[in-house]
């Protein structure tokens, strides 16, 4: 695989491993992300991408699975929902609401609603819908909401596979699946229902769905995940991580 080294002087090295590396936006607007979501972007106060958007939006548009690593405040969040918000909004058609379209799992309920919040903002005044669900309170009000319908949904791994259990939820729609905060998820423990849920018999195989996994550090335990469960990906880091 070719590595390309965009470091310069005085700035945060970047590095892009792997094959056929689209190159990095110096704008949001260069993206080909459409008037619709940069005016959600402007509302939302940012002008330039982080240095992890710049590099990782056109990866993830240009339909790759992406393994990226960036210090946590780097704007991970926005580098993946930009991308796939823009995916979504391009079909010609509405996509139904029945089953989740977009699913990512983070390992805190604090982190969720963050996810979930930043999404509602890029997708504000379309038709998509957004939901969150995390353990610690009773489930009823999320699977209401749930039911109501979901296009992108935000999940910790526990009460996702309580809800899949139960068969609130199956992946049989799943486009994007996104892993946020790899290392933190598999540091609280959460290695086991992460891979039920990235094998579940009704997930969409791996290189029919795009998968993007973000973390920190790149440590062995987040390298197997990686190797597991991305397909033919670019592998992104940001500042010297540590392993
Ligand atoms: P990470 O997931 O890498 O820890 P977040 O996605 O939570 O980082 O972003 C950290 C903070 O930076 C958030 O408050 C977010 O709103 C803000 N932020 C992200 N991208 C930009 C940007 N392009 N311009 C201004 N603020 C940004
Ligand atoms: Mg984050």
Redesign the pocket.
Same mark, same amino acid.
């Given at each position: 695989a070719a590595g390309v080294n965009f470091c310069k002087l005085n700035e945060i090295p970047v590095t892009v491993i792997g094959d056929n590396i689209p190159q990095p936006i110096k704008s949001f607007a260069d993206a080909g992300i459409q008037q619709f979501v940069l005016d959600n972007i402007g509302r939302s106060g940012y002008e330039v991408p982080t240095s992890i958007q710049k590099n990782a939006i056109p990866i993830v548009s240009a339909g790759r699975d992406l393994m990226a690593c960036a210090q /946590?405040g780097s704007g991970? /969040?926005a580098a993946f929902l930009i991308p796939i918000i823009n995916a979504l909004l391009s079909d010609e058609q509405e996509l139904s609401v029945g089953r989740p379209h977009v699913l990512i799992i983070s390992p805190t309920r604090e982190?969720v609603t963050q996810i979930y919040y930043e999404a509602k903002k890029f997708a504000a005044g379309s038709y998509l819908k957004c939901c969150q669900i995390y353990g610690g309170t009773v489930s009823s009000h999320q699977s209401a909401n749930l039911g109501r319908g979901c296009h992108i949904l935000v999940a910790t791994p526990g009460r996702l596979l309580d809800f899949v259990d139960r068969s609130y939820i199956d992946f049989r729609g799943i486009r994007f699946a996104v892993l946020?905060?790899a290392d933190r998820m598999l540091d609280m423990g959460f290695q086991e229902s992460v891979e039920k849920i990235m094998n579940h018999p009704t997930m969409v195989p791996t290189g029919t769905r795009q998968t993007l996994m973000?973390s920190a550090t790149f440590a062995e335990d987040v390298k197997t995940l990686a190797a597991k469960y991305l397909h033919e990906y670019l592998f992104l880091t940001i500042g010297v991580v540590g392993g």
């Open positions: /946590t991970k /969040t982190l946020d905060e973000f």
